[in-house]
Nanobody, 121 residues
Framework: QVQLVESGGGLVQAGGSLRLSCAASGIIFRRNAMGWYRQAPGKQREWVATITSITSDFNTNYADSVKGRFTISRDNAKNTVYLQMNSLKPEDTAVYYC????????????WGQGTQVTVSS
């Protein structure tokens, strides 16, 4: 049973910070690239950040909209991926989803249930 559980969302003023967490179970964590996506009402789900698996040395990548403000990291001993969000803007308001994709897997990627982030102006 694969499970991804996000936490850490909430209401914050513009310029503030939040740290999201995603706890994974049922996967070999180090073999999975982990990512964060977000979806605002009426908009498509968009990619935010990725940290790759051990095969790619846990390299990080970011969407241009969050580069320099957000940091993705992982604690392989805890099977948890984090998203540190600083200098938040109202346009960051969305439901944030955790994603896991195993290297060379033929199975679909896995998703968490999402956590709401609301940034007030």
């Amino acid at each position: 049973q694969v499970q991804l559980v996000e936490s850490g969302g909430g209401l914050v003023q513009a310029g503030g910070s939040l740290r999201l967490s995603c706890a994974a179970s049922g996967i070999i964590f180090r073999r999975n690239a982990m990512g964060w996506y977000r979806q605002a009402p009426g908009k498509q789900r968009e990619w935010v950040a990725t940290i790759t698996s051990i095969t790619s040395d846990f390299n990080t990548n970011y969407a241009d909209s969050v580069k320099g403000r957000f940091t993705i990291s992982r604690d392989n001993a805890k099977n948890t991926v984090y998203l540190q969000m600083n200098s938040l803007k109202p346009e960051d308001t969305a439901v944030y989803y955790c994603n896991a994709r195993e290297d060379y897997s033929t199975s679909p990627a896995y998703w968490g249930q999402g956590t709401q982030v609301t940034v007030s102006s």
